[in-house]
């Protein structure tokens, strides 16, 4: 059995990845800060629910230790909660980088003992080509046109922080992803986006990789990215 664990789960490419990991055989853990909806997703979904608020480290200490306790390792964590904001301010960015990137670390860290338990150990963080310098200067790309400085710069950290976690944690495959524009709560003001469905199984895809697969990687679903 394959233990999973997906951040910002409730709703969204969350709650489809954990669709998909629960029909491939995984235990899967649906991380998020409202008790209700966490509770609601889990039940309808038929996986298990962490209240889990990244940008709290006691929230995260207990996640991570009730997975622990439960089941002694952890195989698959998907950083996947995720904010965008479109103001453009000091509280706002500090919003953005608390939950974009910091989390990132605060979960990350609170689940390395467990994941150097597992046998094949992963770590998939769904960042955004919006954070790539080489898409958003480049006038064919969609990215080049997106109005959204905070969001752009905060993935754009979550990419570097899961290149530095691959080279310091070897034993650990840490891959980032461009899901592609997908159609949920977060991107409903631009009205752009395929069905989660579609962007989940990249998710997947890097999840259920292999003891030998990539690591240190960008990825979309065509392959490895400049950024």
Request: hydrophobic share 40%.
């Amino acid at each position: 059995m394959t233990i999973t664990l997906i951040t910002g789960a409730n709703k969204g490419i969350g709650f489809e990845t954990a669709r998909q990991l629960l029909a491939l055989g995984h235990e899967v853990y649906i991380g998020a800060r409202d008790v209700e909806r966490g509770e609601k997703a889990a039940v309808a979904l038929g996986s298990r629910f962490v209240q889990l608020d990244v940008t709290d480290d006691a929230s995260v200490r207990s996640a991570l230790a009730t997975i622990d306790s439960a089941e002694g390792r952890l195989d698959v964590l998907v950083h996947n909660a995720g904010i965008l904001e479109t103001d453009l301010d000091g509280p706002a960015a500090l919003r953005s980088f608390d939950t974009n990137a910091v989390g990132i670390v605060r979960v990350t860290e609170a689940a390395l003992p467990l994941l150097r338990r597992s046998s094949n150990p992963t770590v998939v963080t769904v960042s955004s080509s919006a954070g790539s310098f080489w898409a958003v200067t480049n006038p064919e790309r969609p990215e080049f046109g997106l109005p959204l400085a905070l969001y752009s710069a905060s993935k754009s950290a979550a990419t570097m922080l899961t290149v530095q976690y691959a080279k310091s944690q070897p034993g650990i495959k840490f891959n980032a992803l461009e899901p592609g524009p997908t159609a949920t709560d977060m991107t409903a003001a631009f009205n752009i986006g395929r069905p989660v469905e579609e962007s989940a199984r990249q998710v997947v895809r890097l999840a259920t990789l292999g003891p030998s697969g990539p690591t240190g990687t960008f990825q979309d679903e065509a392959g490895e990215l400049p950024w």
